[in-house]
């Protein structure tokens, strides 16, 4: 049995390695239904778990390592699972999407969850690293969003569903926030009126943009009436959020906010004056090598010196997508040559 990657303050924990799969298990059909019937009636008489923020950050000043930096943000959660719960209806909770759960907890069916058991819950993130964040900074590459407020150093964040691979979300992609909508219709787009039998669907329930919408050029961020695809790959290139998600960000977000759009599979980041790495999956098959990728970061910053090396590789071999403490312990050695 191996260990998950150590949390600031908290133990490893255990972990079985396993294949990583998308199969939803041997369950019938109807046990299927049920399951996600009683999550989603959970769901509903439910508040979510904090996750989203606001956060306090603070930038780094200058290269090196910055002792007053924060660019490490919330802290992992515990929870209990019940009978009947899923990993979707868990995710939602704690405004985690899909993926963000199951990736971390690979050795687990998504369906078929060890009842009367606690798992940890990857509630913290790495902020993805610009000078000066827009106003909504999306990494494509971890299917979440940071939405910045920096007058105040606060940031909140959600998760997101993106395009998929033959419909990608645009990257490196700036745009400002043109409309706000609430209730909005949806002006489907020709390659799949013939899917829906229309060109314009008007407001309700069946509406795959959900009630709110933040419109960038012929692109939107918007809700949902599938929660489920949250954390995955499921749109025509739009932003997809959890329906309270959205709720919250569209109140938040006047026009004319900066939204900039990026995909960062790596990202380092400082908490009292510790080194962290956060690593995901290449969903959009972006990168050859990414231990190569990894290593350039690491030296372009001028860390390598400065970090335990099996943390790191190991770090970048697992993608596990939540931060791990890979701060070398004792004194700084001098730098090594590649």
């Known amino acids: 049995m191996e260990l998950l990657p150590e949390f600031p303050g908290r133990p490893a924990f255990p972990l079985v390695r396993v294949p990583f799969s998308y199969k ?35 930038l780094p ?24 719960e899923n990993m979707y209806g868990i995710a939602r909770k704690y405004d985690l999407g899909f993926w963000e759960l199951a990736r971390f907890h690979r050795q687990l069916d998504h369906f078929y969850l060890p009842w009367d058991t606690d798992i940890v819950i990857p509630t913290q993130w790495v902020l993805p690293e610009d000078p000066n964040p827009p106003g909504y900074l999306i990494n494509v590459a971890e299917l979440r969003g940071y939405r910045f407020f920096p007058k105040k150093n606060e940031v909140r964040t959600y998760p997101l569903g993106l395009g998929v691979l033959d419909y990608k979300t645009p ?8 409309s706000r909508i609430k209730n909005p219709g949806w002006r489907i787009p020709p390659k799949l009126r013939p899917k829906y039998g229309m060109s314009f669907m008007p407001p309700g ?23 489920m695809g949250v954390g995955r790959l499921v749109s025509h290139g739009c932003i997809r959020h959890y329906p309270e998600d959205i709720k919250e960000l569209f109140a938040l977000t006047p026009v004319g906010t900066t939204v900039k759009v990026i995909y960062e599979p790596v990202k380092f980041g400082y908490l009292r004056g510790r080194i962290f790495v956060e690593v995901h999956e290449d969903i959009y098959h972006r990168i050859p090598d990414m231990f190569k990728y990894a290593l350039h970061k690491l030296e372009v910053k001028g860390l390598a010196a400065r970090i335990n090396w099996v943390k790191f590789l190991r770090a970048v ?20 040559g590649f």
């Open 317 to 336: 071999e697992e993608r596990t997508g939540a931060p791990v403490d890979i701060t070398r312990p004792g004194p700084v050695l001098a730098e090594p």
């Open 171 to 178: 990257i490196g992609k700036s745009f400002r926030v043109q």
């Open 24 to 58: 939803m298990g041997a369950m019938s059909i109807l046990g299927k239904i049920l399951v996600l019937l009683s999550a989603a009636g959970w769901l509903l008489g439910s508040s979510l778990a904090w996750a989203a923020g606001p956060f306090y950050y603070r």
């Open 205 to 227: 329930p069946d509406n795959p943009v959900g009630k709110y919408w933040l419109g960038l050029s012929h692109y939107g961020l918007h809700g949902t009436h599938m929660p």
């Open 61 to 84: 000043r200058g290269p090196g390592v910055d002792p007053e930096a924060i660019t490490v943000v919330g802290e992992p959660q515990t929870h209990h699972i019940v009978r009947y």
